[in-house]
């Protein structure tokens, strides 16, 4: 196509430009695309949380024969000693199987892979559900899909029990009392505090998921009351969100015992670098709250991870969970995890990537196929995060300062919405009713999504580029590609990068797919992929002009992580962070979202909060604070041999399916057992470099 382009001198031919562009608007916005029909395979049985599970002592206690034989080596105090006062106690009626049978191994492949075992100073240990399970929160949120809505609230969990005070400003959490470390230390308030002050609050300090103070509101304060009760004061009056904020991702406790020892607010000379890197993977049987510890690590290929014998959970006849004795991590790839899963060779896999949705149902399909595959609610999206700073968040160089200053521009956000033919990157992945064109903000499953208040900015390569031209931006050079106004950066092409992960390959597909619609448009987007560590510290440190991103739970369920809906805090968003001076140069309409979002934490009243979201849906999808992609389901494959596997579980929606299956309540029947245990009848023996499982003999 020829492309007509005049050389412009100032800024009176750039408004009649502007004004003849402005006339040429021919597609209205309007609502998305109603997508195309595609049940949920299952449904879940909706329960009270008093249905899942209770806090309280039994009669007796039971566990594995080989674990016995470690109190009778005298390696180990009896199970009675070993577990809390009140164990927390999964109650018979919940468990689609009944209580299970001791034995068998579950078999994770994942994608990601281990920085070491130090979560509080925000090293990943893999993703997939290692991290998930090794890192027990003050609450749980992953099983409410099944809770009813009348119900709906964070489980307990590290906390037991909590009461708020007449004012509604405090909060008294009770901690299970007489649980310990899988290394036998005891776990008390002095945990909770640690992560508090040393983790949180202190500035060099960042755990994994980037949860900080104002993750929790901002003022708040957290104090020990005794060894096993804690007080938050809020200034937002009962703002029982921050429940689901305590949940995974933010509020997960690690060893105090052992991470102090290395901390420098303890150490003296240790550098925050050395804390966060003092527990390598080699460094094993790791202590934790979780059911399994890692006993094993061979780079590139396992973590091998062994029942917990201190774990402080319990089925109603008194027999110590988890049932399964092992847990392995294949470190491959993800698309590896789906084929695996599929052949058998794997045993648990969230179907995510739509390259892979064909052939994991014709598998799944056959007789023979040794795991069940079952399709959820579309709740896996993908955006375009434009980054918002422009006061030094990530240092940007010149050119992508000036990038920054087009991201604020609301015509510019709007040119690469009108210019994005969502259906087509939707097709490009799968056809079939999967994927759905995603305007961005709330997604469909929430109950809390409006589709009135969601604008879409729908195809229309015209209005894109009229919208361009109202940027500010035309193409002087007449070499495809616009350029900046000659006084910014000497009226250069317009380059800008798109960071994303080359972990998956939907994301290099969308990432493909864009750069391409945005050649159309005349933008020249240069991808910045890389592997997803390297991405979420780029992310994290604002080292990006454009991030393109799979999306995060909060726009599923409102409810959890709602400080993350807005740049509430200096650390929160993802588009838009503090710059260096330590504030944020919000746009007016990421102030109004910020003030929903706040007055939706603030208060309790249903209607209130159903308008907040309106207004909350309205404001990001019309002032394009992310730019949505595509929309579509995910279906969790499971193998076929282990039991209690929940009906309905989502692969995300409070959190990945890996919470949501509650895996210490997983077994496998006797007569389906296999022989994949890579450490039999061994447990985590001491803490340290080198060292691994123990037998009890
Ligand atoms: C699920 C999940 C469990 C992180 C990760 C990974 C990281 C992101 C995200 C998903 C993986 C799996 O997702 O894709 O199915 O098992 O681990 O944590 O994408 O790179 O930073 O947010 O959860």
Redo the contacts with the bound molecule.
Sequence with gaps: MKRHTFALGGAGLMLGISLIAAQAQTVAPTTPPAPPQFDAQQTPTFVGIADILEFKALPEYHEPDYVRAFVDAGKLPPVAERLPKEPLVYKTGNMPDGTGVYGDVIR?V???RPEGWNYSAGQ?Q???????GLSECLTRTGPLFQVKAEELAPLPNLAKSWEWSEDGHELTMHLIEGAKWSDGDPFDAEDIMFYWNDVLIDPQVTPL?GASPETFGEGTTLEQVDAYTIKWTFKEVRPTQYLYSMAYGNFCPGPSHILKAEHPAYKDGATYDQFKNAFPPEYLNMPTMGGWAPVEYRADDIIVLRRNPYYWKVDENGNQLPYLDEMQYRLST?AD?DVQAVAGSGDL??L?QPESFVEALRRSAEDSAPARLAFGARTISYSIYPNLSANGWGEPDARGQAVRELNRNLDFRKAISYALDRQSLGEALVRGPFTSPYAGGLMVPTSYYDDASTVYYPYSLEDAKALLEQAGLVDTDGNGFVNFPADVQGGADVEITMLS?I??QTDKSLAEGVIAQMERLGLRVISQSQA??Q??ANEQAGKFDWTL??N?SELITVVQNTQNLAPTGPQISRGHRAGTDGTQDLLPFEQEMVDTVNAFVGTADPAERIELMKTYQHLFTENVYGIGLTQYP?ALIINKRFANVPAGTP??QF?????GLIRERLYVPEDAQTTNELHPDTLPGAPGKGNGPIASN
């Design positions: 994770h994942i994608g990601g990943t893999g993703w997939g559900g290692i991290d998930i998921n993800w995890r896999s969230n995510e992960t972990d998956y997803g560590n991405r979420d991103r799979r995060d995910g692969i995300l959190n990945w399916a890996e919470d």
